[in-house]
Each structure stands twice: as structure tokens, then as C-alpha cells.
């Protein structure tokens, strides 16, 4: 089965434990290579982070558990990368479209 | 079967070690300490000063029974520092955990930051009883040793002893505030003599 390369996820967290803790755990997991954390939004209480892993065998599973732990909620899986290679996303005409709109 | 060696009893405690200071940073707990220590630290030198005048005024002369009345007085203040602030401690930090669910929109139930609540309300409750109860056990110290001294020089002592606590207790709240030591410790002390000079007052009158 193909294993998860790359991740990216939408996050809703509570401040503690903080976002170092929160990398510092993920990137302890086998699997996972590099971390990477961005913030988007804070207010009082909660932050709002895209939390980007890679690795050669990704377990979601792991993944998952790590966030939930630190008393974060997985709002959405935004991209996901699998198979023996990374590739990125690729361009369309359509996409030219969906850009101006935005 | 997993080929991972068992991780060896130093790197255990070491792990535990690291928990427990994350969950010390999590709860934020460091200055809630700090506070309930000084603060049940002084209510139990001032209130076992409070029984030993009592003890002088009354004529005991008995030092076992002088031990056994601060010790008595002293668990009893541990007992009823470390539940009540149990109690309160886990209300307080159970209303902030269901007021972040709301934010959160899922259970914290089992997550890192429930677990370091729990801690920090063990760890208020062993200092808020500990405190007054370490406060008293140290002062009736002079009564163990009266084979070397008399009962009446146990007493002097022993109000020594309890000046002296709330010399280092005013010296370590002068280093909290980063304000001069001596200024705290003098403080403290003038608080304490207040008490005793009270205490003995009122047994002067009842006399």
C-alpha cells in the first residue's frame, strides 16, 4: 500500500501546550522527517495552525493522537501527498479562472 | 515482538521528570505555589506561636504534652490546607476546562493540558498543607530535646525558633518580589510579635 509522503492539516488548538511542544511530539514519530507549524489566527484562547509533516511512512493514525493529546481538533486534511515520489500540485487552464475569481 | 529495548530506570525518571515540568508550565501553577506557601506558611508559625503562648499562659510544663498540642494543631491545619484547596484548586481548573472546550468545540478529557489540571491541584494541595504543617513541626522542635534544657527554656526557644521562620520565610518573599530581604523579613516579624503580644495580653486579662 502507498505510503503518506506529505501532510497538511488545519488545526484548532488551546494555547497549552504550545506550538513547540506540539512539533517537538510530531516529529518524534517514525515516519515523520520535518515539521512544520504556521500560525494563522489567536485569540484569548485558542489558535488556529497548518501543521505540515513529512516523511517516508506517515501513520495519520499517530498523527492524529499526537494533536488530540495536545487538545487540538483536526478541522481538515488540506493536502495530502502519497507514493514512491513527491509531486506537487499540478497546473490547469481551469485554475487561471479560479484564480482571477479569487 | 517489537525489538524495542526497554528504556533503562535513569531515562525513566528522566522522562517522568520532563512531564512533570511541562505540566508545571501548562498549569501555570509556579505562582499559585508561591503564594499559598508564604501565605499557610505564616498562618502556621503565627498560629502555632498562638498555641504556644496559649501553652506558657495555661502553665504546661509537660513537654510531651506541648508536642503532642502542636502536632495535633499542626495536622489539623495540614489536613484542612491541603483539602479545601484540593476541592477549590479542581473546581477552578475543571470550569476553565469545560469554558476552552467551548472555544475548542471537543473534549479535553485525557489530553495533555487535563492532566497537568490534575497535577496542579495535587501539587497546591501538598503545598497549602504542607506549609503550616512543616511551620509547626519546626517550631516544637526545642521540646524534643529537653534533656539538654528545661521546659520553661524550651518555650523561649521554641518562640526563637518561630521568629526565626518568619525571618526566612520574610527573606524569601523580599526575593519573590525582588524588594530588599531584610525589609520583608522585618515585616514578618513585626506581624508576629503583633500576634504573640496580643496572644499574651489576652491571656493576662483572662488570668
Known sequence: ?102 | MSGRARPSFTARIRAYYRTLRQYHEISEVGEITRRYFSMNGFDGVLTTLGVLAGAYLGGVDDARAVVVLILTTAVAMGVSGAYGSYMVERAERGRALRELEESTLTSLADTTIAEASRYASVVVSAVTGGAPFLAAVVTVTPFLLTTAWSVHTAYFLAFGVAFGELVLLGAYLGHVSRESLWRYALRLVVGGAIALALSFALGEGVG
Open chain 1, 1 to 102: 500500500m502507498s505510503q503518506i509522503r506529505r501532510l497538511v492539516l488545519d488545526v484548532l488548538k488551546p494555547h497549552q501546550p504550545t506550538m513547540l511542544t506540539l512539533a517537538t511530539r510530531l516529529g518524534d514519530l517514525e515516519g515523520v522527517v520535518g515539521v512544520d507549524i504556521t500560525l494563522f489566527e489567536i485569540d484569548n484562547k485558542v489558535e488556529n495552525i497548518k501543521i505540515t509533516l513529512e516523511g517516508e511512512d506517515i501513520d495519520f493514525q499517530d498523527v492524529s493522537e499526537v494533536v488530540q493529546d495536545a487538545g487540538g481538533s483536526i478541522h481538515s486534511i488540506d493536502k495530502v501527498s502519497t507514493g514512491r515520489r513527491l509531486i506537487e500540485e499540478a497546473e490547469t487552464p481551469q485554475d487561471a479562472g479560479a484564480r482571477w475569481m479569487r
